[in-house]
């Protein structure tokens, strides 16, 4: 069995080789390469492998990009250095996700786990997750804004995001509520400031509101299997979570 490793850190990559080569004596590591230049060039050029691991973050960039460049024609096993919290964000269907620093015993296990997938399986697995491990490790890795200029008067006002209680429509404009009470009028569109904030900070429970996890005071029982929110600094208008946004609100309430 042929086997690729993809990690930039030479230690790291030492260890790996150690533990897979320990797993089965008919494995045969045949490179181990540090960068997406260096495992397109190597994809490139030789025969395809049987298994490769392959950290999500090397030093020119991340793993995916291997993908877009190269063919991958054989099963991938993912390792990352992000914690438990952050890799359940992307636990999805394909061979198997390690964190590093790589334990014995979970390298066993994502082994045995390949083993019994047919060839066809471990690659019908792969293919669906790439694209979905790759918008999740974006979403992880993405620079949200960490405030909001606004304009009052003649004046220029930085607003950091923890004293946001809530972002809300009205009449045709947008606006924020500090947690001081104000309200301010902003520049972009709720559909934007969905964009631009943290979604485990921040959640649009309707069409017109996004609202502050760590704002809420209370969340009670409303007509028709609805939500009604309030905020410690009170709220602008009701705030309701509409009934399709409810199971997904009590899944980032729960997160």
Known sequence: MNVLIIEDEKLAAERLQQLVEQLDEAITVLARVDSVKKAVQYLSANPPLDLIFMDIQLADGLSFDIFERVEVACPVIFTTAYNEYAIKAFKVN???????????????????????????????????????????????????????????????????VEQIDCFFSRDKGTF??????????????????????????????????VVNLNAIRDVVAYSNSRLRLFLKSGEPEEIIVSREKVQAFRDWLDS
């Open 94 to 160: 394909s061979i198997d996700y390690l964190l590093k620093p790589i334990q014995e015993s979970d390298l066993q296990q994502a082994y045995v786990k390949f083993r019994k997938l047919s060839p066809q399986e471990r690659l019908s697995r792969q293919q669906e997750s790439i694209v979905k491990l790759d918008e999740a490790f974006q979403r992880l890795t993405r620079q949200y804004k960490s405030r909001f200029v606004v304009k009052v008067g003649e004046h220029l006002h930085f607003v950091p």
């Open 176 to 209: 924020i509520q500090r947690s001081d009470k104000r309200n301010l009028v902003i520049d972009y569109p709720l559909e934007v400031v969905e964009e631009l904030v943290n979604p485990t900070l921040f959640f649009r429970v309707s069409r017109k509101f």
